[in-house]
């Protein structure tokens, strides 16, 4: 954890920010691109909106803060604009409550929004319908290597019984668990959770409900239309390794909801969820080879996991296959 925290310090410092936004951006634009295709190909359903992403700020010092790394971000094709408040409900008028609170905001109008759930339940039926098969009551114990090679995976079924299973390429993409893994082969990964948490509302009072996706800067939290549901996601417990509900951070997100959108859901009618984001110090995730010959990262996504989930599975498999994934990005083999 300590060195997690001093490597997040260094993180922080103008010249890094600037290089892992750009890592950031690149990345995100590929997946948007990518998943376009996806859905073109597929048909895939999952409640999206392309109406781009407001992110409002209710404290004059954050807002200001935002315009350096808001120009970094359009220095690499990323279409962001500066708003005023009023601007800001011109494009969604449900923050016209909130319009003391709102000292300006920014839009990306290309960004899109969706159901991460129905996204990639989605997904694995198609992948499912072209030959994957999902174990998913196995656990995975152990990888096995000799030499430089990953040799198989060691598996635990629900009975309790271990197997071995082995392949030419092996991917290890387990978000928060992945270091744990991996240690035992020198592989060292700066990846840390933070839990988060997610309240989800249905759509009674189409009137007050916003449409477009928004970020409240101030707490941290994305406000998403999903069909005929709402969903305020935010909060980070560093260091949490379990998904236990804490009333407190629940009771605060529904507080902080009905602040800025007064009457817009009935509290009793909240469904409350928590996840792990696996947190690198950059925000930067690691995608690419490792040390070991056949084995192949994709984890540490922290907050962007939905954002760059489709470009970075494009370019994992790229990179796993022996082509060049095309795009600008720090991909490991592993000296970071």
């Known amino acids: 954890q300590w060195r997690w925290c001093l490597r997040f310090l260094l993180e922080c410092m103008p010249q890094r920010t600037a290089a892992n936004i750009k890592q950031i951006v690149n990345l995100g634009l590929h997946s948007r691109a990518v998943l376009k295709d996806l859905r073109k190909e597929t048909g895939i359903s999952y409640d999206h909106l392309e109406k781009g992403i407001l992110h409002f700020y209710t404290d004059r010092a954050g807002f200001d ?3 350096k790394p808001a120009s970094i971000m359009r220095e690499h094709g ?3 604009r500066m708003l005023t408040p009023d ?6 008028p449900a923050l016209r409550q909130a319009r003391q609170r709102i ?4 839009m990306a109008p290309a960004d ?7 996204f990639t339940s989605g997904l694995a039926q198609l992948a499912a319908q072209r030959g994957v098969e999902f174990r998913c009551a196995s656990t995975v114990t152990r990888l096995a290597a000799s030499g430089d090679s990953v040799t198989g995976i060691v598996v635990r079924d629900r009975a309790g019984k271990s197997s071995s299973l082995s392949a030419d390429a092996y991917l290890v993409a387990l978000g928060s668990f992945s270091p744990a893994l991996l240690r035992p082969l020198g592989v060292d990964l700066l990846v840390y959770p933070a839990k988060g948490y997610s309240v989800t509302f249905p759509v009674e009072y189409p009137d007050l409900a916003y449409s477009v996706s928004l970020t409240d800067d101030a707490r941290k939290l994305v406000f998403s239309r999903l069909g005929d549901r709402l969903r305020i996601a935010g909060t980070a417990e560093v260091g949490s390794n379990d998904t236990q509900l804490n009333s407190v951070r629940c009771e605060a997100i529904v507080r902080r909801t009905l602040e800025l959108f007064p009457g817009i859901a009935k509290p009793e009618k909240a469904e409350f969820w928590a996840g792990l984001r696996p947190s690198t110090p950059s925000n930067v995730p690691y995608i690419g080879k490792t040390k070991l010959r056949n084995l192949y990262l994709n984890t540490g996504h922290g907050t962007l996991g939905w954002t760059h989930a489709c470009g970075s599975a494009h370019a994992i498999a790229e990179i796993v296959s022996g082509r060049d994934p095309g ?3 720090a991909f490991t083999g592993f000296n970071r």
């Open 103 to 106: 000292v300006g905001a920014s």
């Open 78 to 80: 990323c279409d962001l």
């Open 65 to 67: 803060a935002a315009q």
């Open 112 to 118: 899109e929004s969706g159901d991460a759930f129905k």
């Open 87 to 92: 601007e800001a409900i011109a494009i969604e």
């Open 327 to 329: 795009i600008d990005f």
